[in-house]
């Protein structure tokens, strides 16, 4: 007999569903799987068997061939195993011939009968909503997230005899309709009051964060500079719902949902130690998965002592900071991640950090050449804010603290921004001013007579690239919603040119 059930593969981002066939016939006793499989789906034929004899489910000694198509796309994983048991199961007649019409299911067999969880359930829900599927079975710990999905009846199941019975009976053991209980904001055990003097690189923190704009802080060591970068996630904007179910996708796929929520309530904010692999900031392997970059996707990556980072990882950045998204190529195929999020770097201006300092600086310059240009400058023209954080004085080290901003009052800044940037891109796929194209630069940031002469011959005096010019202007964009002007004046212009002119005090412009 024959019988048929739909799962799902994942190819990067991207779900396709998969139609797992099942042919039980006379003839020799022999298990055959065919359409396209790695060997982690193969290993499926000793797990089910094992599985089906420690169950009671005896496996008939008949000829068995289990079909995946589409055969042109590879499957990968561990998430076939209850579709292909289920689907012989049926074709053997021990389930009703027509019990698996309009099922899609995944979960991983152990064997002895239970079913394990298994990654990427959310975006397969997504996939099974659009599809038109009645029905998903995935694992009883997996079913909470493919619930957040909505609008799609989950039943999560333990074992193999409760997906049978189940389907047998209608009686549902884990079953998860209702929509999920709203994310709630994490609580952080720091606040920018802790912060020490350095206005200035708490005024870049807070534009940088309002646009969402690429920031590098330069300055000695023990200036603040990752004290202030533990701090970004106190202030960053709330996600939306589109936001947060995206960010939840990418972690479901990773693996790294957490296990008290099924949703991402919160920005994420990665920190890579400088050792990390160009692969695993990539995203890496024979078939890829999400690295630092997409896992940083609509919040922060932080590289903290950027010169430290290898060439090869820090030039992987270039092309998801200008295309917001990373393709990695492989013989089985292209895998496009997204990689829209804020570059949050820091560093010291020379090996022993006290450049340009040469009273404490112990460096050669061939030293301080060497160390800065680890730095590409095609990588530093797509950082759009450059602050500086000079020595804390002793005055500030000892004041009171009562007049410091608190993460709370700055957040309230940077969602009225956020909010002003909503109402401006309203009904386009833009987010944040630092998104904004340049075909519609004209249109989102228009200028003062006077704003227009300033940014001409700052264009003109410090030999701006096009990119670097539009980078300018949006950041000044930024530091107009701040003030809360219409219009991009020329004070605007001025400061945002000022976050551009600070690295050539150690870089040759």
Known sequence: ??????SAALIGMDVVPVRVEADVSDGLPQFTMVGYLTSQVREAEDR???SFRNAGFALPPKHITVNMSPADILKSGSRFDLPIA????????????????????????SLNGDINAVTGVLPIAAKALESGTRLLMVPAGNAREAAAAGGLRVVGVRTLHEAVHFLKTGETPVSLTEEPEAPVLNHYGCDFADIRGQEAVKRAAVIAVSGFHNLLLIGPPGSGKTMLAERIPTILPSLTPEESFEITKIYSIAGLLPKDSPVIGTR???????????????????????????????????????PEFSRQSLEILRQPLEDREIVISRTSGSYRFPANFLLLAAMNPCPCGYYPDMNRCSCQARDIERYKNRISRPLLDRIDICAECPPVAYADLTENGEKRQTSASIREQVEEVRRLQEKRFHGSEIHFNSEIPASKISLFCQTDAEADETLRRAFE????????????????????????????????????????????KYWRL
């Open 461 to 504: 005096r410090l030999h701006l690239s096009a990119r670097a010019y539009h980078r300018i202007i949006r950041v000044a964009r930024t530091i107009a919603d701040l003030d809360g002007a219409e219009l991009i004046g020329k004070t605007h212009v001025m400061e945002a040119v000022h976050y551009r002119t600070i690295d050539g």
């Open 268 to 306: 994420p904010f990665r920190h890579p130690h400088h050792t990390v692999s160009a692969s695993a900031l990539a995203g890496g392997g024979r078939i890829p998965s999400p690295g630092e970059i997409t896992l940083a996707h609509r919040g922060v990556l932080f590289l903290d002592e950027m």
């Open 48 to 50: 089910v068997r094992t």
């Open 1 to 6: 007999m024959y019988n048929r059930i739909l």
């Open 86 to 109: 289920l689907t012989i199961l049926a074709a053997d007649g021990i389930l009703p011939p027509d019990s698996l019409g309009g099922i899609m299911a995944v979960g991983e067999l």
